[in-house]
């Protein structure tokens, strides 16, 4: 199933909560520090100055999410809808107009609030020294460079790369356990890691998708680090395993296409190419509408004050549907669907111009007409189904 990975800024109250709880849980059960641990083993021993550096740490986020999922948190509950948040350290390239501007480079941000992540710093005696003196934070400039270079070995080498120029810096700027090769003790460790690891999506997503795109590393201390060359601790694993991170059960919120299997949970929102349109689950339906104002909401799948969707997920079979329980496509009674059935592992797109549009598994377009802005009052779209 399809999990959404967005800006922290777009997580509800309810959802920051869970999060928090959920890594409180973990650090309790000994989680967090395993993780540290085997970080720490493999610092140099090629998790960073290797071609492995990014499918290492997509698999590591990949199996840490996994434990926020199932971990029980103090009320008994169970969150298997927990994502990790990604921190965007230049306020820049994935803040959308819809969310706060205020900037996430700078020590006042609402990331270090403490009813977020503030609290971690005394209560797991992190040591942070946030914007320390000879510290500093990647640029936009940098990143937007960064991710039009043409191969994976200058993407994610190089002092002007992915690695040393815009990994690094964040670790030094939050310092303390962040800075050392213990960093994921620190919650701020997954939270930089996911950034990271969108940035590698991005840049999959805009031309450069498919392993054959993964240039090895040479050989370095008697390994040449390569595709189908084990990820040290997890030795079953390979990056070849890791490249679709979609195949891995999650997406990120400027990913503007929804397919088989994506679920939009209650303030999940996806946006449209570079970012003017999205589509927005909230008080029980599903909202599209311009993301320069709150209130210019084009076009809204149902009346929210009559029923409340628990969640909106793709099918299969094309139909996009809102559902009353968490049960999903269990619910035999949900609450709205698109009827765009008929079109199996399509993807729905949201497009540069406004309009949503139905593409096949090869995406070529289908037969119905495009969502236009704006969309008709309530229903489905004309031409549809």
Same mark, same amino acid.
């Given at each position: 199933?399809?999990?959404?990975?967005?800006?922290?800024?777009?997580?509800?109250?309810?959802?920051?909560?869970?999060?928090?709880?959920?890594?409180?849980?973990?650090?309790?059960?000994?989680?967090?520090?395993?993780?540290?641990?085997?970080?720490?083993?493999?610092?140099?021993?090629?998790?960073?100055?290797?071609?492995?550096?990014?499918?290492?740490?997509?698999?590591?986020?990949?199996?840490?999410?996994?434990?926020?999922?199932?971990?029980?948190?103090?009320?008994?509950?169970?969150?298997?809808?927990?994502?990790?948040?990604?921190?965007?350290?230049?306020?820049?390239?994935?803040?959308?107009?819809?969310?706060?501007?205020?900037?996430?480079?700078?020590?006042?941000?609402?990331?270090?609030?403490?009813?977020?992540?503030?609290?971690?710093?005394?209560?797991?005696?992190?040591?942070?020294?946030?914007?320390?003196?000879?510290?500093?934070?990647?640029?936009?400039?940098?990143?937007?460079?960064?991710?039009?270079?043409?191969?994976?070995?200058?993407?994610?080498?190089?002092?002007?790369?992915?690695?040393?120029?815009?990994?690094?810096?964040?670790?030094?700027?939050?310092?303390?356990?962040?800075?050392?090769?213990?960093?994921?003790?620190?919650?701020?460790?997954?939270?930089?890691?996911?950034?990271?690891?969108?940035?590698?999506?991005?840049?999959?997503?805009?031309?450069?998708?498919?392993?054959?795109?993964?240039?090895?590393?040479?050989?370095?201390?008697?390994?040449?680090?390569?595709?189908?060359?084990?990820?040290?601790?997890?030795?079953?694993?390979?990056?070849?395993?890791?490249?679709?991170?979609?195949?891995?059960?999650?997406?990120?919120?400027?990913?503007?296409?929804?397919?088989?299997?994506?679920?939009?949970?209650?303030?999940?929102?996806?946006?449209?190419?570079?970012?003017?349109?999205?589509?927005?689950?909230?008080?029980?339906?599903?909202?599209?509408?311009?993301?320069?104002?709150?209130?210019?909401?084009?076009?809204?799948?149902?009346?929210?004050?009559?029923?409340?969707?628990?969640?909106?997920?793709?099918?299969?079979? @094309? !139909? %996009?549907? *809102? $559902?009353?329980?968490?049960?999903? &496509?269990?619910? +035999?009674? #949900?609450?709205?669907?698109?009827?765009?059935?008929?079109?199996?592992?399509?993807?729905?797109?949201?497009?540069?111009? @406004? !309009? %949503?549009? *139905? $593409?096949?598994?090869?995406?070529? &377009?289908?037969? +119905?007409? #495009?969502?236009?802005?704006?969309?008709?009052?309530?229903?489905?779209?004309?031409?549809?189904?």
């Amino acid at each position: 199933m399809g999990l959404l990975r967005k800006n922290y800024k777009g997580m509800s109250d309810d959802q920051k909560k869970n999060f928090v709880s959920a890594l409180y849980a973990l650090k309790k059960s000994g989680v967090v520090e395993t993780y540290a641990q085997i970080h720490a083993k493999y610092f140099t021993e090629g998790i960073h100055r290797t071609a492995h550096f990014l499918p290492w740490h997509r698999e590591m986020l990949y199996r840490f999410e996994l434990e926020l999922q199932k971990v029980p948190l103090d009320d008994g509950s169970v969150h298997p809808e927990i994502t990790i948040p990604y921190w965007d350290s230049t306020a820049g390239l994935s803040i959308s107009p819809y969310w706060d501007k205020t900037a996430d480079n700078s020590t006042s941000s609402p990331l270090w609030d403490n009813k977020f992540l503030g609290q971690f710093n005394s209560d797991w005696n992190l040591k942070r020294a946030l914007g320390a003196p000879n510290t500093h934070l990647p640029t936009l400039q940098q990143v937007t460079t960064n991710i039009q270079k043409p191969t994976y070995d200058t993407f994610w080498d190089g002092p002007d790369a992915l690695e040393l120029a815009i990994h690094n810096p964040p670790h030094a700027w939050v310092g303390g356990e962040m800075g050392s090769v213990y960093s994921p003790r620190d919650p701020a460790f997954y939270l930089h890691h996911c950034w990271i690891d969108m940035l590698w999506a991005v840049w999959q997503i805009i031309g450069h998708e498919g392993p054959q795109n993964f240039v090895a590393s040479p050989f370095w201390r008697g390994r040449n680090w390569g595709l189908n060359d084990p990820l040290l601790e997890w030795s079953d694993r390979t990056p070849a395993n890791v490249m679709d991170h979609r195949k891995l059960g999650y997406r990120y919120d400027l990913e503007h296409w929804l397919t088989s299997g994506d679920v939009l949970n209650p303030s999940d929102c996806q946006f449209s190419n570079a970012g003017p349109y999205m589509l927005l689950f909230k008080m029980g339906c599903l909202q599209y509408q311009s993301v320069y104002s709150k209130e210019a909401v084009l076009w809204r799948s149902n009346d929210p004050t009559t029923d409340t969707g628990k969640s909106c997920i793709m099918r299969e079979d @094309g !139909n %996009l549907v *809102i $559902y009353h329980t968490d049960a999903g &496509p269990y619910d +035999p009674n #949900p609450i709205w669907a698109s009827n765009t059935v008929g079109h199996n592992n399509s993807n729905l797109v949201i497009q540069l111009n @406004g !309009n %949503l549009a *139905i $593409y096949d598994s090869n995406w070529k &377009p289908l037969t +119905p007409k #495009p969502w236009s802005v704006p969309p008709p009052a309530k229903g489905r779209p004309e031409g549809w189904g």
